[in-house]
């Protein structure tokens, strides 16, 4: 693996400002192909760019969420404090500005919506998309849930979207992106080809292909047998080998109110359904895996292994 660039070194510094350019201004194609220059001119040079433009978009992230609702987190990159001054230009102002409207979906519903670029997302059940604060056009944020984006093709402006500590960005294409409640990562693409980066790590994904981001890195593979990138927006929920916790959060923002034991929240399934057959679905897994459903005092369900 490649050492990481010191944020102090004239890489840099070079680096945080080719991300301030491409996150904050209308960005022209003769840049774009300046930039795409610079790139290719020393291998350290992608690796600087793309950890100077995560920490602007851990930035933005904050700025855009109230400090009392803010989770802890680890210690801040060195990158942090010197994008973070080279950035105050950009976010002096919006401290005291209204933070974007989010578009959110209700449990059990999905919402389709027109962005301004000519792009389309589809929201699935209980999530939250929200322009970026005050940086990129282009560039939005999936603060929870899961949503499909067909991308509107502008070279000159790259549509990010960002996930936690994950980034997925594109030209133009159709693709899927799921954020699990512990901030694990999937992006399965139907049409095009994006680039799917956590930190160091990064992956190209083209169609019928998938990644899961998470705190080991960046992992492809191609989409199973059972499902296709977006399936849940046909009424369609597919998994091959996946957490029963996650497939239990998926279930749960259609409207289910289910627990699962950390003694069971590893277990793998393989199902597909649609989203009115999950009571029955939760009811079944006794007879399919070593569990035990039982009712909970505030009316829910707590899964366990037996």
């Known amino acids: 693996m490649n050492a990481p660039v010191d944020p102090d070194s004239a890489i840099g510094a070079q680096a945080r400002a080719w991300a301030l350019a491409v996150i904050g201004e209308d960005f022209p194609t003769a840049r774009s192909a300046q930039l795409e ?19 602007l978009l851990l930035l933005d992230e904050a700025l855009a969420t109230p400090i009392a609702a803010r989770p802890a987190r680890p210690s801040a990159s060195r990158w942090a404090w010197p994008a973070a001054a ?6 002096a102002a919006a401290v005291l500005a209204t933070p974007p409207t989010a578009i959110v979906s209700a449990p059990g519903q999905t919402r389709e919506v027109a962005l301004a670029d ?3 997302v589809t929201l699935g ?6 322009p970026s604060w005050r940086l990129a056009r282009r560039t939005y944020v999936l603060q929870t849930g899961q949503a499909f984006f067909a991308v509107a093709h502008d070279k000159a402006h790259p549509f990010t979207v960002a996930a936690g500590e994950t980034k997925v960005r594109v030209l133009g294409t159709r693709f899927d992106v799921h954020k ?4 694990r990562v999937r992006v399965e693409v139907e049409q095009g080809l994006v680039e799917v980066s956590r930190g160091p790590s990064a992956a190209k994904v083209p169609a019928g292909q998938g990644a899961l981001a998470d705190a080991s890195g960046v992992r492809t593979a191609a989409l199973d047998g059972i499902g296709d990138a977006g399936a849940w927006r046909r009424g369609r929920l597919a998994y091959v080998a996946a957490p029963l916790a996650d497939v ?14 950390p003694n069971a929240a590893g277990l793998k399934v393989t199902t597909g359904l ?9 009811a079944g897994l006794p007879r399919v895996l070593p569990v035990t459903v039982a009712r909970e005092a505030d009316g829910g369900l707590l899964i366990r292994a037996r």
Not at 248 to 261: H, M, Q
Not at 274 to 282: M, T
């Open 37 to 55: 220059t610079w790139l290719k001119a020393d291998p350290r040079h992608p690796l600087a760019y793309d950890e100077a433009e995560r920490t």
């Open 86 to 91: 080279m950035a105050a230009s950009l976010v």
């Open 118 to 120: 000519g792009s389309h």
């Open 125 to 130: 059940p209980a999530s939250s998309l929200r």
């Open 180 to 183: 699990s409640p512990d901030n």
């Open 248 to 261: 239990i959060a998926d279930l749960n923002r259609y409207g289910l109110r289910v627990r699962v034991a």
């Open 274 to 282: 649609r989203p009115d057959q999950a009571g029955a679905f939760v």
